[in-house]
Structure formats: structure tokens, C-alpha cells
């Protein structure tokens, strides 16, 4: 069986089991591992560089960091040697976005490779209580990722914060990980617990939930670095979604004391946790060299919304505003993908790119050819960043939370909120300063146009937002903070 064909075969053999088509062969699916052909390394060594097989794959999620928190992306003040060498050795992003502006319904794009309110995925699960509905998280139909990686023989482990639903039929161990270390909920302290925590709220191996003695940033790099050595043979894909540094900011003395001139507690504790997740990095990218799959595997670390404004520590500069906002603050973040002798290391690739992409890049990389079926709204990264495609990877992005919205085409940006409405020139105006509405209507009609096609397209939310929302002025408008 040739490579491509394989690859074709695997991936409607996961249809089967899921339930979409029936192949009558699927039961030799899951013993599959990809090897391609000859001829077809040689078509991917045109494209991606020297590849010698299915590569492992290492995404790393920071959870509220802001823009400029890192050394590469401008920070003054926080080391991040361990993310600055990734850089180094790899494409750093400008304008990556993610498509959302807070944590769940970001996620359930990225793991997704689709607009997530195609299936309702509109808002946050909400805390607590509520999250726990039956209802609220991924819905079982949608076939993510991990489950591609997984059904085409890759080692799949998660380790950190899941957020896209608590209930059994939600869990991670139903949905692509072979592995899962972590928790369900939206947020965790990062210490030992010392009261009894609600189902959905403990940190859990699998099913099994457990009393975590180490500092939770330190435990999740600690239980990557293990899996990366127990399948290090074999192809691996490890995604750690860190709960650093979203809320309660909490470090441990460890961190804190590399920053002991800095006064503000809340600052010095945040720095902390940067440079906890910092170290992480390394440890995972330090796994990777001892276990010599450094040279075989793709890394990417990003973030899964921009860093909030309410907590006065983290810093999206020179983006305008955070968390919450459909304003650039709240939805372009970091990016970095490194996989040495592929991917030029030390690029920087300029054009918009979207959380979306990575479902398509990754299986691109893993040689699966995905079923017609399956309809994504990312694509594959890979020609765009070798230059074989020179246009941006997208005609124009989209986002919707509630009564805003937003849509990027080109260089221009459009923020919706209620009535009123926003238009910049993001190449002359990264800040979002300067509202081109009125001066630009041509531009501005054309925007809206994009973005009421696309909204026919998407469904309507499949539960609200939190109640009790916030409203902030933002230019005298009032703007409605939906989660
Ligand atoms: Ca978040």
C-alpha cells in the first residue's frame, strides 16, 4: 500500500469507527503506523525539508499570557531563555490568532480545525457548577485531532488544563489521549489542595483523581517529560495545555525568588509563573534531546487568548486591550513552530495565520490525507511557510462572541459591538487607535459583507453566556464582556 493510499485508508477507517461511513475494514486501523514510500519522502523532502518519518508532535498551550510576556515577543522584564531558543531554532509568528477570546470556546477551535460556533461552542462552559451540565463541552461528533493522531498509531497524551466539557463523554480519554493528567474544569490552584475538591475540579490521571504534591506548572512538564521517554520509540503527540499563568496567581519560591526587585506582589508573582512556565518549556524540549527526538519532532507553543486586563500584570503591548475583547489584545498571541531542518530556523512569518491551522498542519506533517468529508477551516502551513504558496493562508478571519464580532481581511480589522463599529488599519495602526469607519465606508461595507456570509454559516449558540455580564466603555461604546 503506497503512503498517500495508506494515509487515505487510515483516515476513512476513523470515519468508519466513528460512525460516519462504513468501510468494513476498520479494525486494522488502529495497528497502523505511517511509513511513507520512498517516492513520497522524496515529494515531502521538497516541501518540508529532510524528513525521515512521521514526526512526533509536542503543542504546548499557555493559558493567558500576554503578548509581549516573552523575550521574543518584547518583554523587557521576564527571562523566557527556554521560548526565545524555540524561536530561535524555528517560525516565530506575528499575526497568529486564535478564535476566541477566552480559554474554552479557543480550545474547542484549535482541537476542532473549525469555527466552533459551526457547532454552537459560542461561549466559555462557564464555572463550576454549570460547566458540569451534560450538555456543555465538545460535542462527541466533532472528530478532533488527537483522534486522527491516535487512530493513525501515534502515542497520545494530554497534560494540563482540558475545559471543553467534565462529563464522561467529554473527557479527554474519549477524545483522541491515550494519557490524560490534568483537569476538566477552567482553573486550578497551583498548590496542594488541602480541602476535598469537587468531581470535575481535581487534578485526575485518567479517570483517577489524585492529591498533586508539586507545583502545578512543575507537574505537568514533569508528567511530558515522562511520556516523552516512555514513547520514544514510536511516534508521539503530547499536548500541554499549561494552566500558566491564567488565575489565581500563585508561585512557588522557586520562581519567585529570580525576581526579588520587583515590588508589586501580584507583578512579582506573575513574572514567577512566566518564567515557571519557561522552565517547563525546557524541560520538555531537554526530554526531547536526551531521548535524541529532538531532530524528529515538531514543537509549537502558543496561547489560547491574550492576556486579561482585570489582573494588571500581564502585558499585550502594543496590542490594544485583552482577554474578553475581540480588539487584537484578546485574540493575537504568540506563536512559535520549531522543527529543526524543516523549518527555517530563526523566520518570522507575517501573514495572518489562525489556531484553526494547526489541526490541518499537523496531519499534514503525520502524512494523513483527511477524508473530502471532513470540512475544515484551517489549512496546511507548510507550503506558506516554505514559499511555495506565497498568499496569506486565509482570504479573511472571523470571530463572534455574543453582540461583538470581528473580521480581519488583509490589512484592515473590523470590531463590532452592538451599534457600534470600529475599523482599523492594522499594518499602519497595530494598536487599534485610530477608527477608520467613517473615512473608509467602501472598506468597511465590504468587511461586513464577509462577516454576514460567514455568520450564515454558523449556528446559534448552544447555551448563553455567564448571566451578569460586565459592560465596559471602550471610545464611549459600551462594550458587553461576554464569557
Ligand atoms: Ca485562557
Not at 40 to 45: D, H, L, P, Q, R
Not at 405 to 428: C, I, P, S, Y
Not at 458 to 472: E, F, L, T, Y
Request: net charge positive; aromatic share 10%.
Amino acid at each position: 500500500m503506497t503512503f498517500r493510499y495508506r494515509a487515505l485508508f487510515v483516515g476513512c477507517s476513523l470515519l468508519f469507527v466513528l460512525g460516519f461511513v462504513s468501510l468494513g475494514q476498520a479494525q486494522e486501523g488502529a495497528k497502523l503506523y505511517i511509513t511513507p514510500s520512498k517516492k513520497e519522502m522524496e515529494v515531502k523532502g521538497r516541501l518540508l525539508g529532510k524528513i525521515k518519518g512521521p514526526p512526533n508532535v509536542v503543542l504546548i498551550l499557555a493559558d493567558d499570557l500576554g503578548y509581549a510576556d516573552t523575550g521574543v515577543y518584547g518583554s523587557n522584564s521576564i527571562p523566557t531563555p527556554h521560548i526565545d531558543a524555540l524561536a530561535k531554532r524555528g517560525v516565530r509568528f506575528t499575526d497568529a490568532y486564535v478564535t476566541a477570546g477566552t480559554c474554552s470556546p479557543s480550545r474547542a477551535g484549535l482541537l476542532s480545525g473549525r469555527y466552533q460556533q459551526r457547532f454552537g461552542f459560542e461561549f466559555n462552559t462557564a464555572g463550576a457548577a454549570i460547566t458540569h451540565r451534560e450538555s456543555r463541552g465538545l460535542d462527541p461528533a466533532v472528530i478532533t485531532f488527537p483522534e486522527v493522531l491516535q487512530h493513525t498509531g501515534y502515542a497520545t497524551g494530554m497534560f494540563g488544563k482540558w475545559h471543553l466539557g467534565t462529563r464522561s463523554h467529554f473527557h479527554p480519554n474519549t477524545r483522541g489521549f491515550d494519557e490524560f493528567f490534568g483537569f476538566l474544569a477552567g482553573a486550578h490552584g497551583y498548590f496542594p489542595v488541602k480541602k476535598e475538591e469537587r468531581v470535575y475540579s481535581t487534578v485526575m490521571r485518567n479517570k483517577t483523581h489524585l492529591k498533586e504534591p508539586e507545583y502545578l506548572t512543575d507537574a505537568f512538564a514533569r508528567e511530558t517529560v515522562r511520556f516523552i521517554h516512555k514513547n520514544k520509540d514510536k511516534p508521539f503527540f503530547a499536548y500541554v495545555p499549561f494552566n500558566a499563568v491564567h488565575t489565581p496567581i500563585e508561585a512557588s519560591k522557586k520562581y519567585l525568588d529570580r525576581f526579588l526587585d520587583v515590588k508589586n506582589p501580584q507583578q512579582k508573582t506573575y513574572n514567577a509563573m512566566v518564567s515557571a512556565l519557561d522552565d517547563a518549556v525546557g524541560a520538555i524540549v531537554a526530554a526531547l534531546k536526551e531521548t535524541q527526538t529532538e531532530k524528529n519532532t515538531l514543537v509549537i507553543f502558543m496561547n489560547d487568548n491574550g492576556g486579561p486586563v482585570y489582573t494588571r500584570v500581564q502585558s499585550n503591548a502594543p496590542l490594544r486591550l485583552g482577554k474578553l475583547f475581540l480588539f487584537e489584545g484578546g485574540i493575537r498571541v504568540p506563536m512559535i513552530m520549531s522543527w529543526p531542518g524543516v523549518l527555517e530556523a530563526g523566520s518570522i512569518y507575517r501573514q495572518p495565520v489562525s489556531s484553526l491551522d494547526i489541526y490541518p498542519t499537523l496531519c499534514a506533517a503525520a502524512g494523513v490525507v483527511l477524508p473530502p468529508g471532513l470540512k475544515l477551516d484551517g489549512v496546511n502551513l507548510f507550503p506558506h511557510l516554505n514559499g511555495e504558496i506565497k498568499t496569506a493562508p486565509h482570504e479573511a478571519l472571523f470571530w463572534s462572541n455574543g453582540p461583538n464580532t470581528a473580521v480581519r481581511l488583509g490589512q484592515w480589522k473590523m470590531v463590532q459591538a452592538h451599534d457600534h463599529v470600529w475599523l482599523f488599519d492594522l499594518e499602519n495602526d497595530i494598536g487599534e487607535t485610530k477608527n477608520l469607519a467613517l473615512a473608509k465606508p467602501e472598506i468597511l461595507k465590504t468587511l461586513q459583507a464577509k462577516l454576514k456570509q460567514w455568520q450564515g454559516q454558523m449556528k446559534p449558540p448552544a447555551w448563553p453566556s455567564k448571566p451578569n455580564r460586565r459592560k465596559v466603555k471602550v471610545d464611549g461604546a459600551i462594550y458587553e464582556l461576554n464569557i
